[in-house]
């Protein structure tokens, strides 16, 4: 296998990917907030039948949020592992064009 020089193009791609991609995680975690909370005052309005079955629900909803807030604190991770590599990456390559240079 012929080894190739790297090119950060990629890496930054990807960093840039995983930026908007958290961004637009951290929205829907916002919004999946704000409809819990009308969703659980819907449920507390409701008669008492009914409001024990939407509650259930309610709380079904607020697990798998919590869920996918920890998948974006993950996420948040795994961006953060990425920009350490990018400049691992940056520092490697200052390093071989200066040894190129002398």
């Given at each position: 296998?012929?080894?190739?020089?790297?090119?950060?193009?990629?890496l930054?791609?990807?960093?840039?990917?995983?930026?908007?991609?958290?961004?637009?995680?951290?929205?829907?975690?916002?919004?999946?907030?704000?409809?819990?909370?009308?969703?659980?005052?819907?449920?507390?309005?409701?008669?008492?039948?009914?409001s024990?079955?939407?509650?259930?629900?309610?709380?079904?909803?607020?697990?798998?949020?919590?869920?996918?807030?920890?998948?974006a604190?993950?996420?948040?991770?795994?961006?953060?592992?990425?920009?350490?590599?990018?400049?691992?990456?940056?520092?490697?390559?200052?390093?071989?064009?200066?040894?190129?240079?002398?």
């Amino acid at each position: 296998m012929v080894h190739r020089q790297s090119d950060s193009r990629l890496l930054t791609a990807l960093l840039a990917s995983e930026q908007t991609y958290s961004k637009t995680l951290l929205s829907l975690l916002s919004a999946s907030h704000s409809a819990l909370v009308s969703f659980s005052a819907y449920a507390s309005a409701s008669p008492a039948p009914a409001s024990h079955t939407i509650l259930a629900v309610a709380d079904s909803l607020a697990r798998a949020d919590d869920a996918l807030r920890r998948y974006a604190h993950a996420a948040d991770l795994w961006q953060q592992e990425l920009q350490s590599l990018k400049r691992a990456e940056d520092e490697f390559a200052d390093v071989m064009r200066d040894r190129e240079i002398l």
